[in-house]
């Protein structure tokens, strides 16, 4: 019998597209298990690809005519425009890279105007805190985020009242947290911007703990300063920034003195003509990689899925606290309700253990890395073990807190292995 050969039919075939890594995978040790997102984040792809592709170019930047120097020079402004996009700066608004959130807030406090009133919340982190000049009022940890919107009303309004705040025209900032250190609990950040518009005060925002779970929008919020940390945000290269209005930096001193902050230097000792813009609280060779690395994942944050990364660190930390709200020994810390809104942050202890003991068993018997103490929030944190106590009416709480902090990475296996290690601790 005879087969009659039928030609397949012509086709082009496109060939695969080469494989790419995900810039928002995470660098780790295998076998380690990192929950402590939120004192140092791992270093994301993105950010390390960005430094081996700079590095061997590396050269000065805004100083030398050379291409390497060129291209650093661009680089480097690039860097400060990409972050300005991610972060929604207005026309008008400064990019000022600085080493971290703490320097951040510390350059803000030295550009206040004469006699201005900084209110703040006693829930901040000691970045938060502790810059402030003497004067500054400290308003009690609220209950709810709707009390700390009243509190805020409360305390504008009587500053106005005895005028020695806006009613006067002297200067008022508020400074407040998107997200809680401690806790995870994000603040009601447009809310209480709305306050302080109304009672013409401005109002700066410590992102460090909510710019990596959550997208922030400085126009959209009506915010006037925000500060961050790279660290924080997987390029741990050592840069932060600060990110604001420009007429209070523009009119105060340097936060550094030094070449390229300046405009003219003369013969005499003070003929000085500082720069205006970013440049005048940048004196000294800029941190090009810390800059670089920032900008390369905030490009890629503002490419991902957003919402999709968001619904997946929500499932990973309802398993969380589903897990240790089940573990009858161990007590979660909050300061609002326990359905506030919160990023992947959690703070516990476990009655009768103490926390330092416990991170060390986690960390030598299981290879958990977590974060315990009062996490640089020392009188939130006392005031929480307080309120815990009182809550599970529980005599023999520790201290200190552990904190179990997720991120791009975490893994459900990772948050199960951390149960089970914490059900035979306690």
Known sequence: MAVTLVPAPFTLSTPPAPHRPDPLAVLGVPGEINLDHAASAPCARAAADAVAELLPWYASVHRGAGALSRRCTLAYEQARQTVADFLGARPGDHVIFTRNTTDAVNLLARALPAGTTVVTFAGEHHANLLPWPRGS???????????????LDAALRELRRTGTGAGAQLPVLVAVTGASNVTGERWPVAELARVARRHDARILVDAAQLTPHAPVD???LDVDYLALSGHKLYAPFGAGVLVGRGDWLDAAPPYLTGG??????????????WATGPARHEAGTPNLLGAVALAAVCAALGEA??????????????????????????????????DAPRVGIVSFVIAGRDSADVAAQLATAHRI??????????PLARRLLVEAAARSRRRDLP????????????????????????????
Do not use: N
Not at 260 to 273: I, L
Not at 369 to 378: E, I, Q, S
Not at 405 to 426: F, M, N
């Open 369 to 378: 890395g977590v974060r315990d103490g009062l996490f640089c929030a020392h």
């Open 305 to 338: 899925d957003r919402d999709a990364l968001h619904a997946r660190e929500q499932a990973l930390l309802t398993r969380l606290r589903t897990g240790l709200a089940a573990l009858p020994h161990v007590v979660e810390l909050r300061t609002f309700g326990p």
């Open 399 to 426: 201290p200190t807190a552990l904190r179990a902090s997720l991120g791009l990475g975490t893994t459900a296996a990772e948050v199960d292995t951390l149960l089970t290690a914490l059900a035979q601790l306690a």
């Open 218 to 220: 400085l126009a959209a």
């Open 260 to 273: 390229g902050a300046t405009s003219h230097v003369g013969t005499a000792t003070h003929d000085v003509r």
């Open 137 to 151: 009022v400290r308003l009690p940890v609220p209950a709810s985020p709707a009390e700390a919107v009243r509190a």
